[in-house]
């Protein structure tokens, strides 16, 4: 006889015993409700003469009679009006069975950390990667589809041609629901199953081990309007969405009468200053890049080195600063045949003339409230955590998280409590030594990925596990097209700016791309647009002195 998680039932009929003797009773963790007091958990089985009396969490476990040896597999509900969920097939039936959702720097790169490691015969294990796009996204480089400096295969390859040199399995789907059950005392000899993971196409996944990477959302209805009529900025479907919508903006404004393009953009950390220099930059004369921020000062957790790089670019690009404001709403309006008024029904009004506008509170003292006129607004400020919405309904408090939505980990990145779930990049809350939360970017997770890959291989193999300790080796942030600031950490008071900054940091991610053979492609590219570039601007140059002679 054996228990295997079946999240899709409830256990089967079992005869009914004495109750549980009240001094006995205890409180379950998940709320503190009375687990014996919940009929459904009243069971007794008896096996010869000895009665056995156990509480199995309703939907969780689905007991079944198995002459297997621990094959992992679950067993479907046989009912002929229930509908058997398919149910994810591993290839081998011994080796260990690691499932990791999500797809950016955290889950990718943790996958190839577990290929690259040496295993013992038999230990290596099945590792399947689950993301809901197909490609994974060198987000610190979005920036760059906006300058065209970067192609998109460049920044977001395929996952499929990543790993076709691997082992590692991928799957193209969404999580719906997590069902671990690492939490539970296990028997000896009993089932190594960590639990199953649903996803949206109703497959079910039954892993051993589970690494959580599925980073964060971007919050965008913080205020009235703003997401009906903000466009955030994470994803490479919102990069290409800005790009489509600047390309309209442009070809709708053609022409010395047109008005100038009208772009707001909502956060100035190092998000909203990338996309107000890379958008300025672009725009040049035929528009006007308006930000606004809620601190008196632009990427307030930034080296002082990269913010004054940063605010000397803003300024001499001519943009406009709106400090110490907060956005209160925003609404969309269509200004009449008399630019001077608004009138707010769209049939009144051709495309070109819709305007948003943007009411600013001030949330610093002597401020006045101001309207701000734009014609896209960008919204680089708040996320929110996807496990919270993943948790099942009856155990709503299984994965423990703090008031951020985030992970509770403990040092070695396991979840707390759930020794075969480990989480890591946005999905985790961990600290650094002096007690602050680690920054939620893509240097954390490729640190963390590469500790996740070896204490997985420390855990499957019996082996201790290694604490995480980051190390900060540095910020980077671009400033347009052929500008960036680099803030080296180890040395101190060293800023990069301008060309050598910029490439140095396009150096930095060239190598820090998922594999060597995307490595080399994406240098090939970068060194061949770079001489073309070079050339065209030594042709510029010479036909200047020309005509100037």
């Known amino acids: 006889m054996s228990c295997r998680a079946a999240p899709w039932s409830r256990p089967s009929a079992i005869p009914r015993g004495r109750s549980f003797p009240a001094s006995a009773r205890l409180r379950n963790p998940f709320g503190g409700l009375n687990v014996w ?3 459904i958990l009243k069971n007794t089985w008896r096996i010869g003469d000895v009665p056995m009396m156990f509480g199995l969490p309703s939907g969780l476990f689905r007991c079944m009679a198995s002459s297997s040896s621990g094959d992992g597999g679950f067993s479907r509900p046989q009912s002929a009006d229930e509908t058997p969920m398919p149910l994810y097939s591993w290839p081998d039936k011994q080796r260990p069975r690691v499932c990791i959702l999500g797809g950016g720097f955290g889950g990718l790169y943790t996958a190839l950390r577990l290929e690259s490691l040496v295993w013992p015969d038999n230990k290596k294990p099945q590792v399947l990667l689950v993301d809901q796009s197909d490609r994974f996204v060198f987000k610190p480089m979005l920036y760059e589809l906006l300058s065209g400096e970067v192609d998109v295969w460049e920044i977001a390859p395929y996952f ?26 296990r028997e000896p000899g009993g089932s190594s199953t960590g639990g199953v993971v649903h996803l949206q196409s109703g497959t079910v996944i039954e892993y051993d081990w589970l690494v959580l990477a599925l980073g964060a959302e971007a919050k965008i209805d913080g205020v009235p309007g703003s997401s009906e009529y903000a466009l955030p900025f994470t994803t490479l479907e919102h990069a290409l969405k800005v790009e489509s919508e600047l390309k309209m903006l442009e070809r709708r404004r053609f022409g010395k009468s047109s008005p100038g393009i009208e772009v707001g953009i909502v956060g100035l950390g190092y998000s909203g200053v990338e996309l ?37 670019v803003l300024e001499s690009q001519n943009i406009q600063l709106f400090l110490g404001y907060s ?38 003292r002597g401020l006045q409230s101001q309207v701000m006129e734009a014609d896209l607004v960008l919204w680089t ?12 309904p009856d155990a709503p408090y299984v994965i423990p998280l703090n008031g951020r939505g985030q992970v509770e980990t403990e040092e070695t990145l396991q979840v707390k409590g759930h020794p ?21 970017n893509a240097q954390v997770a490729f640190q963390q990925a590469d500790f996740a890959g070896w204490n997985l291989w420390a855990a499957i193999n019996g082996r201790p596990l290694l604490p995480f300790r980051f190390q900060n080796l540095g910020e980077m942030m671009t400033l347009g097209t052929n500008d960036a600031a680099i803030t080296a950490s180890f040395i101190e008071g060293l800023t990069l700016e301008g060309p ?20 080399v492609k994406v240098g090939i590219s970068w060194l061949a647009k770079g001489a073309v570039d070079s050339l065209a601007s030594l042709q510029n140059a010479v036909s200047n002195m020309i005509a100037s002679s």
């Open 276 to 312: 107000a220099a890379t958008i300025s930059e672009r725009l040049k004369n035929t528009g006007t890049v308006k930000a606004i921020n809620f601190q008196t000062t632009i990427c307030p957790n930034a080296p002082p080195g990269n913010r004054d790089a940063a605010l000397k």
């Open 327 to 364: 956005v209160s709403s925003i609404r969309e309006v269509y200004a009449s045949g008399d630019s001077s008024s608004m009138v707010t029904d769209a049939k009144e009004a051709a495309a070109d003339d819709k305007k948003l506008l943007l009411e600013l509170k001030p949330a610093q």
């Open 420 to 440: 075969r779930t480990f989480a890591i990049g946005d999905s985790a809350a961990l600290r650094d030594p002096s007690g602050k939360f680690l920054p939620a």
């Open 160 to 185: 499929t041609e990543l790993l076709k040199n691997t082992s590692v399995q991928f799957v193209k789907d969404s999580v719906k629901l997590l069902r671990p059950s690492d939490h539970f005392r």
């Open 381 to 392: 400020v708040g996320s929110t955590s996807q496990i919270l919405r993943l948790q099942p």
């Open 37 to 39: 007091k919940n009929p």
């Open 500 to 519: 050598v900054g910029h490439a140095a940091r396009k150096l930095v991610y060239c190598l820090r791309m998922p594999t060597d053979e995307h490595r």
